[in-house]
């Protein structure tokens, strides 16, 4: 019976099905099993297809693969083209293993991947040794990698240990090993890996641990650098020269062990192990060395390419510009209690010659030479009587040194006494605040600011009353120039440290040329300037910094509560500049620039000198008649000038002091009287807020 709107299944398909189905019971269960595997074997093989599409670099199959995301490097240089300083990675001379002794590379692969020409890029056991260290584990303490692994790893992924990033390196080593030869992968590799001490490659390593190119290296050599690879920090000679060597015995062994050496060579080895070379490395070299950083970025020379920059450091000076600075430190520092110390030492023209940025590079790489912004103090002055002198004034001008008053602020002297009519080149000499102030008001600030602006201070100046005192911050290395613009004569002398930039293959990038002088004040004005510098060491309170027969001419400077003191002077062939203070900016005990910063600018200094003929600066001891040559294009007529009077009396305060060495006066403990005087009982200045920061001289 057929129900209405219902159909009766159809018999024939029913019956189909039932025989299709009694049809595959009766296959054999190794044909299951085979069907099973192809599906298996269909789908991982697409899978793998579709990794390695996913994973393989972007790149042209035989691309020269050396420079890919490799760090640029940047060696500094002195004049003559010795590296001194490396910025970045250090990578040597690239080197192909046919260029090699054979030694060398069978070295490593004993170390690394003794199955590297039998592989296609992974070695399974490896893979399986490295899995159960992984599991015991319960995270990824061991890679198993080969040495295509690695240079996957290292030329095209971060070094981090994830399941994830292994996974890929996998596939990247496939590609390799697709690609290039098992020589060209070694020889990538041996390029490219790090080896401790900022070095990357063999050539690279070589040099900076035996001295030589890896051509040169001996079986001994070679095996320490093998023996790098695992931990190179751990293992560097230069760490631990005796465990280094432990690890090169060890790989000795395993060459004996594969027959790449005989034991009589590995004995001999064993008897004879690699000579470091001595480094000449000078601590302070940092400093310089990140001045040339600084300004090669401001060239706008950093970018993908290695270059080699020539510098204009003097290493002689450098050396002794560091010994200057630390032997107080490290005698007087606790006790007089100042941490930190700089000194900038360049030639008349801003030629750079050494940068001292602090006690200690390694301690510290914050370079306090042009880095760290201070008040200048009293070193401020010599702008506040430049100007003064392109208004007129005479050096031989008198004002009053009196107490002086405007709106409810007085600056007082050091000393906190007053001398009447004095002239201006004794007020300099003096450094009395009562006048430097005067001449700022007479003048204007905002012209003495354009002055120092002129001579080449960049940082930011404040027209405040204090400004002739001091009291706006600016850097040891532009101070120093604008002092330079005195001893040239008169000149712009804007500091420099890169003479050239070249890439590795000779190409040059930048060369410094001659610069056209920019004359930034009158011959005459500047003659003026030095013979009150001149005045100031040899009488007034620089005294500390007098060299004798060779005229020097320069400037002290101490800050409120004695936290920054300050010299800076010069001779006809180097300006140099002085600094001491504490980081924190607290106040040191009673440090003045007329004591210890001069003494230890007289140190340096002399030791600059050595073999040197003396000299006479533009306006002492060679009294030429002033130029007509302004700078300015309608000054006042400077009044005529008259030879200097006889040398002023040493000032009540600061009583002689004979000519000593920082040695010395570490060895006696006997410090300048300046120094010994207790501050004055309401401090140095009266002066309310918000100008309450004041320079001392």
Same mark, same amino acid.
């Not at 219902?6 to 299951?32: C, D, E, G, Y």
């Not at 695992?230 to 027959?259: C, F, H, W």
């Given at each position: 019976?057929?129900?209405?709107g219902?159909?009766t299944?159809?018999?024939?398909?029913?019956?189909m099905?039932?025989?299709?189905l009694?049809?595959?019971?009766?296959?054999?269960?190794?044909a299951?099993?085979?069907s099973?595997a192809?599906?298996?074997?269909?789908?991982?093989?697409?899978?793998?297809v579709?990794?390695?599409? #996913?994973f393989a670099?972007n790149i042209a199959?035989?691309?020269?693969?050396?420079a890919?995301?490799?760090t640029?490097?940047?060696?500094?240089?002195?004049?003559d083209?010795? !590296?001194?300083?490396?910025?970045?990675?250090a990578?040597?001379n690239?080197?192909?293993i046919?260029?090699?002794?054979? *030694?060398?590379?069978?070295?490593?692969?004993?170390?690394?991947?003794?199955r590297? *020409?039998d592989?296609?890029?992974?070695d399974?056991r490896?893979?399986?040794?490295?899995?159960i260290?992984?599991?015991?584990?319960?995270?990824?303490?061991?890679?198993?990698?080969?040495i295509?692994?690695?240079?996957?790893?290292?030329?095209?992924?971060k070094p981090?240990?994830?399941f994830?990033?292994?996974?890929?390196?996998?596939?990247i080593?496939f590609w390799l090993?697709?690609?290039y030869?098992k020589d060209d992968?070694?020889s990538?590799?041996?390029?490219?890996?790090?080896?401790?001490?900022?070095?990357y490659?063999v050539d690279?390593?070589?040099?900076?641990?035996?001295?030589k190119?890896?051509?040169?290296?001996? !079986?001994?050599e070679?095996?320490?650098?093998a023996a790098?690879?695992?931990?190179p920090?751990l293992?560097s000679?230069?760490?631990?020269y005796?465990? %280094?060597k432990?690890?090169?015995?060890l790989?000795l062994?395993?060459?004996?062990e594969?027959? #790449?050496?005989?034991p009589?060579?590995?004995?001999?080895?064993?008897a004879n192990?690699?000579k470091?070379?001595v480094?000449?490395?000078?601590d302070s070299e940092?400093?310089?060395?990140?001045?040339?950083? @600084?300004q090669?970025?401001?060239?706008g020379?950093?970018?993908?390419?290695d270059v080699?920059?020539?510098t204009t450091?003097?290493?002689?000076?450098?050396r002794?510009?560091?010994?200057?600075v630390?032997t107080f430190?490290?005698?007087e520092?606790?006790?007089?209690?100042v941490?930190?110390?700089a000194?900038?030492?360049?030639?008349?023209?801003?030629?750079v010659?050494a940068?001292v940025?602090?006690?200690?590079?390694?301690e510290?790489?914050?370079?306090?030479?042009?880095q760290a912004?201070?008040?200048?103090?009293?070193?401020?002055?010599?702008? !506040?009587y430049l100007?003064?002198?392109?208004?007129? #004034?005479?050096?031989?001008?008198?004002?009053?040194d009196?107490?002086?008053?405007d709106n409810?602020?007085s600056p007082?002297?050091y000393?906190?006494?007053?001398?009447g009519?004095?002239?201006?080149?004794?007020?300099?000499?003096?450094?009395l605040?009562?006048v430097?102030?005067?001449?700022?008001?007479?003048v204007?600030?905002?012209?003495?600011?354009r002055?120092?602006?002129?001579l080449?201070?960049?940082?930011a100046l404040?027209?405040?009353r204090?400004?002739?005192l001091g009291?706006?911050?600016?850097?040891l290395l532009e101070?120093?120039g %604008?002092?330079?613009s005195f001893a040239?004569?008169?000149?712009?002398a804007e500091?420099y440290?890169?003479?050239?930039?070249?890439?590795?293959?000779?190409?040059?990038?930048?060369?410094?040329?001659?610069?056209?002088?920019?004359?930034?004040m009158?011959?005459?004005?500047?003659?003026?300037?030095?013979?009150m510098?001149?005045?100031?060491v040899?009488?007034?309170?620089?005294?500390?910094a007098?060299?004798?027969?060779?005229?020097?001419a320069?400037?002290?400077?101490?800050?409120?509560?004695?936290?920054?003191a300050w010299?800076?002077?010069?001779s006809?062939d180097y300006v140099?500049?002085?600094?001491f203070?504490? @980081?924190?900016?607290s106040?040191?005990?009673?440090v003045?620039g007329?004591?210890?910063?001069?003494s230890?600018?007289k140190?340096f200094?002399?030791q600059a000198h050595?073999?040197?003929?003396?000299?006479p600066?533009?306006?002492?001891?060679?009294?030429?008649?002033?130029?007509p040559?302004?700078?300015?294009?309608?000054?006042?007529?400077?009044p005529?000038?008259?030879?200097?009077p006889?040398?002023?009396?040493?000032p009540?305060?600061?009583?002689?002091?004979?000519? =000593?060495? !920082?040695?010395?006066?570490?060895?006696?403990?006997?410090w300048?009287?300046e120094?010994?005087?207790?501050?004055? =009982?309401?401090?140095?200045?009266?002066?309310?807020?918000?100008?309450?920061?004041?320079?001392?001289y």
């Amino acid at each position: 019976m057929r129900l209405a709107g219902f159909a009766t299944p159809k018999r024939p398909a029913r019956r189909m099905l039932s025989t299709w189905l009694r049809s595959l019971s009766q296959v054999p269960l190794w044909a299951w099993f085979a069907s099973f595997a192809g599906a298996t074997i269909l789908g991982l093989s697409f899978a793998f297809v579709v990794l390695y599409t #996913i994973f393989a670099p972007n790149i042209a199959p035989g691309t020269d693969i050396w420079a890919i995301n490799k760090t640029t490097s940047v060696s500094i240089a002195d004049k003559d083209g010795k !590296v001194f300083a490396n910025r970045g990675a250090a990578f040597g001379n690239r080197v192909h293993i046919r260029d090699m002794p054979k *030694y060398l590379p069978a070295a490593f692969l004993v170390v690394e991947d003794r199955r590297f *020409y039998d592989h296609w890029g992974i070695d399974l056991r490896g893979l399986m040794r490295a899995a159960i260290s992984n599991v015991e584990a319960g995270n990824v303490v061991a890679g198993g990698s080969t040495i295509t692994q690695q240079l996957a790893k290292n030329v095209f992924l971060k070094p981090e240990r994830t399941f994830s990033r292994k996974f890929e390196e996998l596939f990247i080593a496939f590609w390799l090993e697709r690609h290039y030869s098992k020589d060209d992968i070694l020889s990538y590799y041996l390029n490219r890996i790090y080896l401790g001490s900022g070095a990357y490659g063999v050539d690279a390593a070589s040099r900076q641990y035996f001295g030589k190119p890896v051509k040169d290296v001996t !079986v001994a050599e070679a095996a320490m650098l093998a023996a790098l690879t695992r931990a190179p920090s751990l293992y560097s000679p230069e760490t631990d020269y005796e465990k %280094a060597k432990t690890r090169a015995n060890l790989v000795l062994d395993l060459m004996v062990e594969d027959e #790449i050496i005989t034991p009589e060579q590995a004995k001999k080895a064993k008897a004879n192990p690699p000579k470091l070379v001595v480094s000449e490395d000078i601590d302070s070299e940092g400093y310089f060395a990140d001045f040339t950083i @600084d300004q090669l970025n401001k060239l706008g020379l950093t970018g993908k390419n290695d270059v080699i920059v020539r510098t204009t450091i003097d290493r002689k000076l450098q050396r002794e510009a560091q010994r200057a600075v630390t032997t107080f430190l490290n005698k007087e520092g606790s006790r007089r209690k100042v941490s930190q110390g700089a000194l900038v030492a360049m030639e008349p023209d801003g030629t750079v010659r050494a940068i001292v940025g602090g006690r200690s590079y390694n301690e510290s790489s914050f370079n306090r030479a042009f880095q760290a912004q201070r008040q200048p103090g009293s070193a401020f002055k010599p702008f !506040v009587y430049l100007t003064a002198l392109e208004r007129g #004034i005479s050096p031989e001008d008198y004002r009053e040194d009196e107490p002086y008053e405007d709106n409810g602020w007085s600056p007082n002297n050091y000393d906190n006494d007053y001398r009447g009519p004095v002239t201006v080149r004794e007020a300099l000499a003096r450094s009395l605040n009562t006048v430097a102030v005067r001449l700022a008001d007479e003048v204007g600030r905002n012209a003495v600011i354009r002055i120092a602006q002129r001579l080449g201070i960049d940082s930011a100046l404040e027209p405040n009353r204090s400004l002739p005192l001091g009291t706006s911050e600016v850097n040891l290395l532009e101070l120093t120039g %604008a002092y330079a613009s005195f001893a040239n004569g008169g000149y712009l002398a804007e500091p420099y440290c890169i003479i050239d930039v070249k890439l590795s293959d000779g190409t040059v990038l930048y060369q410094r040329q001659e610069q056209t002088r920019k004359r930034v004040m009158s011959s005459a004005q500047d003659q003026d300037m030095n013979r009150m510098l001149f005045d100031a060491v040899q009488t007034g309170t620089g005294k500390n910094a007098d060299m004798g027969e060779r005229p020097v001419a320069g400037k002290t400077g101490t800050t409120q509560d004695y936290r920054d003191a300050w010299f800076v002077g010069f001779s006809a062939d180097y300006v140099a500049g002085v600094w001491f203070g504490n @980081d924190d900016n607290s106040p040191t005990r009673r440090v003045v620039g007329g004591g210890l910063p001069a003494s230890v600018w007289k140190s340096f200094m002399r030791q600059a000198h050595k073999g040197l003929p003396l000299r006479p600066l533009p306006g002492v001891d060679l009294y030429a008649q002033p130029d007509p040559g302004y700078y300015l294009e309608q000054p006042a007529a400077p009044p005529p000038y008259a030879p200097p009077p006889p040398r002023l009396p040493p000032p009540p305060d600061t009583p002689g002091l004979l000519e =000593r060495s !920082v040695e010395e006066l570490f060895g006696s403990g006997d410090w300048p009287d300046e120094d010994r005087r207790p501050p004055p =009982r309401d401090g140095p200045y009266r002066q309310p807020e918000p100008e309450d920061n004041t320079g001392l001289y």
